[in-house]
């Protein structure tokens, strides 16, 4: 599975640290950057690993900035994008199996590095359910197309 990672000048040492718990797992990874701790703008960094992830040259795609918030509200912004900002394992399964979460994204700030593991482990080992799920998820869909839910 390969796998696409971003961040911003915040998530550096938190990237670096997936990115060889992905690798030693045997996870391909397209490392969009940042690589530096210079000051730079989280929206870059989502954009680009949204794109990469909905244009199939990626499985899935993992984001960090500082708290995750910024990073996640950005990636959602593209179509296609079901990015879910997680901090724990419980809403990460849940993520995938109830809202076929394509991209996971985390704080650096507000989680350690073995949280952000088994965070990383759960998102790209856990399958969609489907069945009413599958309902739900095309909803968002729609209205990721622009479509309303609210009219018959
Ligand atoms: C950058 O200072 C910080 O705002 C960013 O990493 C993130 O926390 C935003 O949501």
Redesign the pocket.
């Known amino acids: 599975m390969r796998i696409a990672i971003g961040n ?4 550096v040492d938190m990237k670096n640290h997936v990115m060889g718990w992905l690798k030693d797992n045997g996870y391909e990874v397209v490392n969009f950057g940042t690589d530096s701790t210079e ?1 730079t703008d ?1 929206p870059i960094y989502a954009e680009k690993v949204a794109r990469a992830v909905v244009s199939g040259e990626c499985d899935k795609g993992v984001l960090i ?7 996640s ?1 950005s990636a959602n912004k593209i179509h296609g994008v079901r990015c879910a900002l997680c901090s724990e394992p419980v809403s990460t399964a849940l993520s995938r199996q109830h809202n076929d979460a394509n991209i996971v994204a985390m ?3 507000t989680i350690g590095p073995v949280m952000a593991e088994e965070i990383v482990r759960t998102f790209l080992t856990t399958e969609f359910e489907g069945g009413r799920h599958a309902r739900r998820v095309e909803k968002i869909m729609r209205l990721d197309r622009g479509e309303t839910l609210l009219e018959s």
């Open positions: 911003d000048h915040g998530a000051s989280y900035c500082g708290t995750g918030i910024g990073i509200i704080g650096a700030r």
